[in-house]
């Protein structure tokens, strides 16, 4: 009766009156086997493992041929912590009882839990061959051929789960991320089937994020803002549309709700470094840099570790580790083509890369280096750890708050010497960070107010450019005149847009071709083109098209426009090798000061870097007027280029190292 009882009450989920009732039972027929196994997962249930486990080998002791007590046996061992005893009992189970979906599930559960992966997988395709739409066990497959580097059999499992449940919202994020070319219409899938809660804004923060991926970032704005209603909660989602409003240049706005998440969530460090980001390339004056400063300090100290220990090397050469998430086709990575080899015919060097995917440029990165280690699988500490163990001289940051930076490695000092450069124009914020490089003309005098760290000089550019490879030839200049601007669209604000209408009406006859991601799609033009204060006939919109043809394209431009306060960096470089002279408006930021570097190391910046904005329209109308001179300049500016520091590698290694070596 009691056992019956203890029965009942397990059926209704009341464990407490279950335990009573089977403890009498066992107390009342202590060789009742089934009350002893009962009482087990009662036991489970109550999270009194020890105990649960007691009572299952209480129950084989009475009756060893009890299948279901040698699975609970292994549900209890596995709570233990004791994974590879668990297994063991399982498939002991599952030899009994190889029909039980249940078992097999747990068994792979165990054997995944004892590193035992290829194993589990067998066990979750056995019980799918049993049971086809059983989705958990999909799933779980789904997440362990993930993790054996099979993305095609990771993608299948998912597929199949959301074939027998199209509402599988976890399946769907997850899909999404090994199959992206698939990601959006699963994703629109699962919502379609009424996904609610966090399930639903957990699939629109994956379509936010797969459509900036793609530029469409009024659609991802639009996605974020309904996972915002539907989770108010979700920091994850008020990120994602800090970054969609930057995207599209509406920066008052993504400040804004950058500084209402950061006051939500003060340790968000992603938060609190996109901000960061953001204030950096807002800089309008000297007087701003104090608070850019402060509140770069301040993310040093949340961002503060204990030191990893260090080892001692035997005196070698100088060992350079960089640590970067973009050595890939991105900026940095383009860059490092040209600096990279030389630097490492020179020293040993080791580089850390953060990125998961690979790309045919990381591949050639790859093999200029003594070796590249990934750590985008490790936490902080794992990759410290690895660092100080390489026993690496001088650690270089090339991330600093951009994306995937792993600032909190810095933060547990691996090396002796540590500096930022390249990739983000501002302060990391970490006194562990012991200088951070650029030139003369990136960081004039009195720079140092808007830094933590140490300002370090190199006598010419802050960086050295590798002519892209097959390079189409200089065309001659067009008899039409063209204005042209190939920077990303997040730079281009309202007061950039309503300068270069200025310029424009000024120039007469002109036109200006802005090519840039996102273009390719309509509503990112026609929210361009609403922006846009002058006549929109004027203006010519493409996206960004393969590098050849990016290259091409300034071909079809007389004179490039650089915006501001964010001015542009690899574009420049590009148009200045592609004989286009670019027109730039330094200002006090850093970030606004890499056209008056590129220009200064050309002896360019006489002619072509303004004071103001009205200098500004006024160069740029009269450089236009002058065709012949714009001829001249186009014929031999990639000339000048080559022979220039900009181009010297090996020369721009020597100077980098003399500021490297301790």
Sequence with gaps: MAANLGVLWMGRGDWPRAHEALRDAVRLQPRLAGAHNNLGNVLLALQRPGEALLAFETALSIQPTLVLAHGNRGRALLALGQPEAAAGALLQAVDACPSDVTLRLNAATALRAAGRTADAVLQLRAALALAPAHVDAGFVLGELLQAQGDAAGAAEAWSQVLVHDPGHAAAACNLCQVAPERGEAVLRGVLAAGATGESRAAVLINLGRLLLQQDRVHEAERAYREATQVAPASLQADSGLAQALRRQGRLDEAQASLSALIERAPQLLTARSDHLLLQAY?????????????????????VQAPPVQRGARPPAGLRVGLVSADLRWHPVGRLALAWLPALASRCELFVYANQRAADALTNELRGKSARWCDISGLDDDAAAAQIAT????????LNGHTGGNRLGVLARRPAARQLSWLGYAGSTGLAEVDGFIGDRWLLPPGAEAG??????????????????????????????????????????????LALWARVLAATPGSRLLIKAPGLQHAAEREALQRRWPGDAALLALEGPGPVHDYL???????????????SGGMTTLDALWMGVPVLTLPGAAPISRQGLSFLQTLGLAEGWVASDADDYVGRAAASMSDRAGLATLRGGLRERM?????????????????LLRP
């Design 552 to 566: 091409r394209a300034f071909g079809r431009v007389d004179i490039a426009l650089d915006p501001f306060p964010y």
């Design 642 to 658: 080559a022979v220039s520091p900009l181009c010297d590698a090996g020369r721009f290694a020597t100077e980098m190292l003399a």
């Design 390 to 397: 390489d026993g690496i001289d001088v650690l270089v940051d």
């Design 451 to 496: 830094f933590v760290e140490p300002l370090l000089r190199l006598p010419n550019c802050f960086t050295v450019y590798a002519p892209p490879s097959g390079a189409p030839e200089v065309p001659p200049l067009g008899r039409e005149p063209w204005f042209g601007s190939f920077n990303g669209l997040h730079k281009l604000s309202d007061e950039v």
């Design 282 to 302: 807002r800089q309008r004056s000297a007087d701003q840099a104090g608070g850019l400063r402060a509140e770069a300090a301040a993310f040093g100290a949340c």
